[in-house]
Structure formats: structure tokens, C-alpha cells
T-cell receptor, first 118, second 118 residues
Framework: NAGVTQTPKFRVLKTGQSMTLLCAQD?????MYWYRQDPGMGLRLIHY???????AKGEVPDGYNVSRLKKQNFLLGLESAAPSQTSVYFC?????????????????FGPGTRLTVL | AQKVTQAQTEISVVEKEDVTLDCVYE???????LFWYKQPPSGELVFLIR??????QNEISGRYSWNFQKSTSSFNFTITASQVVDSAVYFC???????????????FGKGTHLIIQP
């Protein structure tokens, strides 16, 4: 049971290049999330998905696209990378709560991807 | 809008001292969840605790304890007899807003960097 994994761990891009970050989870979780972490800013939500084939915008979605074609995978794409997208990206997953009083389960995070855009 | 404030940017104590990390939150939701995560120097995010808004009981887990006070919108974290291995960045986070299953992302504070000196 690997939990949440992210590929790649490190990447350096030039401005204008594109790339896709892959997140995979083997816990059969319905919900998946992408966050970015910048120095002194904490983590901020980029996009999230409540199930296969559905995605929604978070706090800082501009410049990113996502897809959830399979339940276990959540992809984050940068179509034209900018230096402002230099950050550490974390993926997380969680399951729906088990009762009316437990509607949000704990989010478990991947190890992160450190992206530098030159 | 939700907000989490961790006013202490950095705390430095000597090993074996007790230390309290403050967390103050803002939300309009009547039902919400509060979390603490630990980010050691290796960079991963480690889940520590989740607290429901309708459960104000304090919790103790070994050297860790949490004090949830709805009246002051605070969810403080205390480490007793601190150890060098406790050195990390600690994040307080908030989840709320039941939206058909509660898949909301977390709102994070900016984190408190805790340094335990030997």
C-alpha cells in the first residue's frame, strides 16, 4: 500500500514549456486535490475532484488544468509555465465521511513535486 | 471566506521545554473540521489530528495535546517535554462547508516553524 504517490519528484522547466504532474493513490479514495506550497504562504488549493470525470477550481486555479479520467489518478497540467509557478506541489486524497457527522475525512498527502520554472 | 491564522512564524525552545503553537480560525460554517499537520525537514506532510466542530473535548496523544475552544475560535497545539525530533513546520488547517459530501479542500495557515535546540 503506497498511499499517495507523485511523479516526478523534481523538475526544471523553461518559461513557456508545458508539463503534467501525476498523482496516484491506491486507497480507493473518491476525493483528490492539488495544492501548491510557497515560502511563507502555507498550502493553497489549486483544483480538486470529487470523483472520476469531475473537477473543480480551488483558490488559485489560473494557469493550471486538471483531469481525473481514472479514480486513482489526478493529473495537473501546466500549459505554458511561468516563473510564478515555481513551487512545491502536493497532491492529496480523502474518502467521504462515514456518517452525517463525519462528512469530511482526513486528507493524506503525497511527498510533493518541486518545480522550478526558469 | 475561511481563514486560518498562525501568528507565530517561528518558535525556538530548548529541548524538554513545553511549547504551544497557536491557531485561530474564521468560518461561517456551523459544522467544520480542524486539522494539524507536521512538515519535517524532509518535506512530507504528516497528519496529526482532526477535530470536529461539535466536539470540544481536548485531546492528548503522548506528548501532544490539543485545546479546542469554540468561544475563541482557537485550536492550539501543545508539545510537552519537547525533543529535537519535534523540529518541523506545523500547519493548522480548516475544512468546512458541507457541499453534497464535503469534498472541500483545506484552508491552511501559513505555518509555525518550530526549532528545538539540544
Amino acid at each position: 500500500n503506497a498511499g499517495v504517490t507523485q511523479t516526478p519528484k523534481f523538475r526544471v522547466l523553461k518559461t513557456g514549456q508545458s508539463m503534467t504532474l501525476l498523482c496516484a493513490q491506491d486507497m480507493n479514495h473518491e476525493y483528490m486535490y492539488w495544492y501548491r506550497q510557497d515560502p511563507g504562504m502555507g498550502l493553497r488549493l489549486i483544483h480538486y475532484s470529487v470523483g472520476e470525470g469531475t473537477t473543480a477550481k480551488g483558490e488559485v486555479p489560473d494557469g493550471y488544468n486538471v483531469s481525473r479520467l481514472k479514480k486513482q489518478n489526478f493529473l495537473l497540467g501546466l500549459e505554458s509555465a511561468a516563473p510564478s509557478q515555481t513551487s512545491v506541489y502536493f497532491c492529496a486524497s480523502s474518502a467521504p465521511g462515514t456518517s452525517n457527522y463525519e462528512y469530511t475525512d482526513t486528507q493524506y498527502f503525497g511527498p510533493g513535486t518541486r518545480l522550478t520554472v526558469l | 471566506a475561511q481563514k486560518v491564522t498562525q501568528a507565530q512564524t517561528e518558535i525556538s525552545v530548548v529541548e524538554k521545554e513545553d511549547v504551544t503553537l497557536d491557531c485561530v480560525y474564521e468560518t461561517r460554517d456551523t459544522t467544520y473540521y480542524l486539522f494539524w499537520y507536521k512538515q519535517p525537514p524532509s518535506g512530507e506532510l504528516v497528519f496529526l489530528i482532526r477535530r470536529n466542530s461539535f466536539d470540544e473535548q481536548n485531546e492528548i496523544s503522548g506528548r501532544y495535546s490539543w485545546n479546542f475552544q469554540k468561544s475563541t475560535s482557537s485550536f492550539n497545539f501543545t508539545i510537552t517535554a519537547s525533543q529535537v525530533v519535534d523540529s518541523a513546520v506545523y500547519f493548522c488547517a480548516l475544512s468546512g462547508g458541507y457541499s453534497g459530501g464535503g469534498a472541500d479542500g483545506l484552508t491552511f495557515g501559513k505555518g509555525t516553524h518550530l526549532i528545538i535546540q539540544p
